[in-house]
């Protein structure tokens, strides 16, 4: 079972698509649950602490805004910890939470220069585009290494 | 927050499906014997509790019909103060847009999951191309 970031980083259908061929998506929800329910970060609306701005440095330089350096924060250790990404373009959606184009111009930046099985697709809007686009993603996935290589 | 030692999750189960409507997985849901908490939504349902409990529930749902039936993990559980809309003074809560349009094209994916073992792509048509604006003209006029 590999583990695979997905790009949107919450995406409902390559998170389940992920999952339906046999891996592990590595989303931005998983992180968000483990931040809330971690003791002390439980100021609503806020989700993030002081502490993620300094994490996401790493990412991303000082003079960014906190928010691109938080989102990074939570984003940028997913792409470290990937085995392969699935990269989604011309998502229309990318607007709201998901909406920072700085960040994901770097999330996808970040997920491009590792060196890592990558596949990149657009959304589908008909249906043959729909049959190309599953495709691809299950054509990807079953091609990864099922098994944990015991790192 | 419910805190303690125990994993808990909280998932998403959204419903595409022609023979499966979102009250037939949530009864599928109540029936298990397991300790879940469930809130039904316009798009399916949201089932918290132990990882195990709640994985296990969600592979039966799934399987009522696989390639109609979507999951995905969710970060805030349902009713969380700092998402639900009964708190925020209503309005969709954050997320709300992004899952809509997803949802817009899951009709979309279930056919092509539907049809993946039999599709071929090398008999995939290939698209027109665009047709220039002068040829254009010219069908115009040509039937005129």
């Excluded at chain 2, 805190?3 to 023979?19: L, N, Q």
Aim: charged share 30%; net charge negative.
């Amino acid at each position: 079972m590999a583990k695979i970031f997905i790009y949107p980083t919450n995406s409902l259908i390559l998170s389940d698509l992920v999952e339906r061929f046999g891996h592990k998506p590595l989303a931005m929800m998983e992180k968000i649950r483990e931040k809330i329910t971690t003791v002390g970060v439980d100021s609503p609306p806020l989700n993030i602490t002081p502490e993620d701005p300094k994490l996401g440095l790493k990412y991303a330089s000082v003079e960014v805004p906190a928010g691109v350096r938080g989102r990074m924060s939570i984003v940028g250790p997913l792409v470290d910890e990937a085995d392969a990404a699935i990269i989604v373009l011309d998502s229309a959606s990318a607007f709201g939470c998901m909406g920072c184009a700085r960040t994901n111009e770097l999330t996808k930046f970040l997920a491009r220069q590792r060196d890592i099985p990558r596949l990149e697709v657009k959304y589908p809007r008909t249906d043959e585009e729909g049959k190309d686009f599953v495709y691809q993603i299950a054509e990807f996935l079953k091609s990864l290494p099922k098994e944990e290589d015991g790192e | 927050m419910s805190g303690e030692d125990v994993d808990e999750i909280t998932k998403i189960v959204v419903i595409d499906s022609e023979s499966v409507l979102p009250s037939d997985a949530a009864m599928k849901i109540y029936e298990s014997d397991v300790d879940i908490t469930i809130k039904e939504t316009c798009f399916g349902t949201m089932v918290t509790g132990p990882r195990e409990s709640v994985e296990k529930v969600v592979a039966e749902v799934r399987a009522l019909d696989p390639n109609h039936v979507f999951v995905k993990q969710r970060g805030f559980p349902p009713g969380d103060k700092r998402r639900c809309r009964a708190s925020r003074g209503g309005g969709p809560r954050p997320g709300f847009h992004y899952l809509r349009n997803e949802v817009a094209t899951l009709p979309i994916i279930s056919r092509a999951l539907d049809e993946y073992e039999t599709y071929n792509p090398a008999e995939k048509k290939e698209s027109p191309d665009k047709i220039s604006p002068s040829k254009l003209k010219d069908i115009i006029e040509s039937e005129l």
